[in-house]
Nanobody, 120 residues
């Protein structure tokens, strides 16, 4: 079992920056992927960024060139640096981990989200 805790959200002006953190804890063998998603009420959850254990990275089209995902394996933490923020980035941001247990089974876990509001 893995638990994810997001932090770093808040209120920021357009053009500003925030850094989100997703910290993983619990019992697991390996975290394969950590993804950042965001969701606006009434809309579908959108993939923001993805990083796997080998450091391969994907970004959603709407954030390419503005957001950067990175990881600190020693801390079991993944970061999302968000620059040049726009009002359209306002959402609840969630992290999702795909991880394997000691039996080799793969599971997914979600954090509870952190609110990002971009407004003047």
């Amino acid at each position: 079992q893995v638990q994810l805790v997001e932090s770093g959200g808040g209120l920021v002006q357009p053009g500003g920056s925030l850094r989100l953190s997703c910290a993983a804890s619990g019992t697991f063998f390996k975290i394969n992927n950590i993804d950042w998603y965001r969701q606006v009420p009434g809309e579908a959850r959108e993939l923001v960024a993805r990083i796997n254990s080998g450091g391969n990275i994907d970004y959603g089209d709407s954030v390419k060139g503005r957001f950067t995902i990175s990881r600190d394996n020693a801390k079991n933490t993944v970061y999302l640096q968000m620059n040049s923020l726009k009002p359209e980035d306002t959402a609840v941001y969630y992290c999702n981990a795909l991880y394997s247990d000691y039996e080799g089974l793969i599971f997914g876990s979600w954090g509870q989200g952190t609110q990002v509001t971009v407004s003047s």
